[in-house]
């Protein structure tokens, strides 16, 4: 066992299996195929503690997607965890309808200060569905409160994900996830992917965006008096296999919907809370959008949480004596007062710590190491955008994501690659030694699958 990793619990623990066949039986699992969980059993996790998750017979897995793309500071962080408890002595939770409390209000301030007060009310909800259902539902309402009924249609990107409640999917462009359900859907606009992977012979990624903005600009030249708003996933489109793009694109962007009169939507859930390099993604291109969506990191990884930032003058679209001009989408724990204590210590770390230098150093070392690593084998693309960095590996085989994350249990690391995209997205309390190992793991289990036999014999097995 690796030095910096948990000790082991004392007591005799239950083991594995059995909460596999238990969770089996009862848990429907998200994101999972059913008639694939005993070739693939869940992992059961008894605890975590900083960068690492221990199961029940004491072995300790380096989350190194932490906890698909929620935990910034390590589990069971002591600074959060203090909060949460002395928040739950006080008020876990009151309805946000008709009352108010000082989490959600300081919560809402602190956030706005972070964009200079370009985004001045905050609206709360769960998940990050369901901030991108607001965001559109608020996009759509404003324009119909300001006599412009006709402008309900949105513009979404080629590959873009954005969640998968029904309105989420209508801008999402994900087929195993949309297919299925695409007769309960509308038709966004779709336009190309700013995604720097497709540059043409002698361009950059500078070129790629600007190419991909200028598909945008005909578009909403065309059909601005229709169209709503513009949702993007500013610098990393996560669920595109970490697809990342050039920042030129949202300045563009929000050039031409302020030329066109259309909303900007940038869906910072995955990417916000300094995954890329900058507390928002959207400050490395010196803009900011009419709606910003924030989800997964804001309360640390620890609770649910989403909320919506908005421009005053939206607010205002929503201010009237006539019900049927008021917001009043709403949800039974928006604003869950333990939640937003969970944010307020997130962003305390953020204030007391040099976080994003610090991570800076991180990242340069990961991407290193992974240069040393890859060295000959066969990747392309290597890339990254802040804390997070990817690679495609060529010829993968069947099955590649699964076998990799098998294998990767067998190096002690907890990985869930896209299709053929590897990813490391580690939480920043993650050390030297920790990126070192997650690297060289990383490193040998795509020598284990990606090897012409292995492939071969996870082919045979699953026709078996």
């Not at 500071?73 to 006080?90: C, M, S, V, Y």
């Not at 500013?234 to 300045?251: I, K, S, T």
């Not at 190096?411 to 997650?438: F, K, S």
């Amino acid at each position: 066992m690796n030095p910096a990793s948990p000790s082991p619990p004392t007591a005799a623990p239950a083991r594995n299996a059995d909460w596999q066949q238990r969770s089996g039986r009862h848990v429907w699992h998200p994101c999972t195929q059913s008639i694939r969980l005993e070739a693939v059993p869940p992992l059961p996790i008894a605890r975590g503690e900083g960068v690492w998750l221990v199961d029940h017979e004491g072995r300790c897995y380096l989350d190194a997607t932490s906890s698909w793309w929620v935990n910034l500071f390590g589990h069971a962080h002591p600074a959060i965890n203090a909060a949460l408890k002395q928040q739950l002595d006080t008020l876990p939770h009151v309805m946000l309808a008709g009352c108010t409390h000082a989490p959600a209000v300081e919560l809402a301030e602190r956030l706005s200060a972070l964009t200079g007060g370009a985004l001045g009310h905050c609206f709360y909800a769960s998940d990050g569905a369901s901030a991108v259902e607001i965001a559109l539902k608020m996009s759509f309402h404003a324009w119909r409160n300001a006599g412009r009924a006709g402008k309900r249609r949105f513009v979404a990107l080629r590959q873009g994900y954005h969640g998968e409640t029904l309105g989420a999917l209508h801008v999402t462009d994900v087929a195993v996830f949309r297919d299925a359900y695409a007769p309960l859907l509308g038709d966004a606009h779709l336009v190309p992917s700013p995604d720097a992977r497709s540059a043409k012979p002698g361009e950059d990624a500078a070129d790629v965006a600007r190419r991909a903005a200028d598909a945008l600009g005909a578009l909403l030249a065309e059909q601005h008096d229709t169209i709503a708003a513009v949702i993007v996933e500013p610098l990393v489109q996560c669920a595109a296999g970490m697809a990342m793009h050039h920042p030129e694109y949202l300045r563009r962007a929000r050039a031409l919907c302020d030329r066109f009169g259309v909303h900007l939507i940038a869906d910072e859930i995955a990417v916000g809370c300094g995954r890329t390099g900058s507390f928002f993604a959207s400050e490395q291109a010196g803009i900011w959008p009419d709606f910003l969506c924030l989800s997964k990191g804001i309360s640390g990884g620890y609770l649910p949480l989403a909320l919506v930032m908005s421009r005053d003058a939206i607010y205002q679209c929503f201010v009237d004596d006539d019900v049927s001009r008021s917001f009043l989408h709403s949800h039974s724990y928006t604003g869950n007062a333990l939640a937003c204590r969970a944010a307020l210590a997130t962003l305390d770390l953020f204030a007391h710590e040099d976080v994003l230098n610090r991570n800076r150093g991180r990242a340069a070392r990961i991407l290193q190491r992974l240069r040393e690593g890859l060295g000959a084998r066969p990747v392309d693309h290597l890339r990254q955008c802040g804390m997070i960095s990817a690679f495609d590996v060529r010829e993968p085989g069947e099955r590649f994501a699964e076998r990799f994350h098998l294998a990767a249990r067998d190096q002690g690391l907890l990985m869930r690659p896209i299709g053929r995209t590897v990813y490391l997205m580690p939480p920043y309390a993650i050390t030297d030694h920790e990126i070192d190992r997650l690297v060289e793991g990383t490193v040998a289990t795509l020598d284990a699958v990606a090897a012409p036999h292995a492939a071969k014999e996870a082919c045979d097995v699953a026709l078996a």
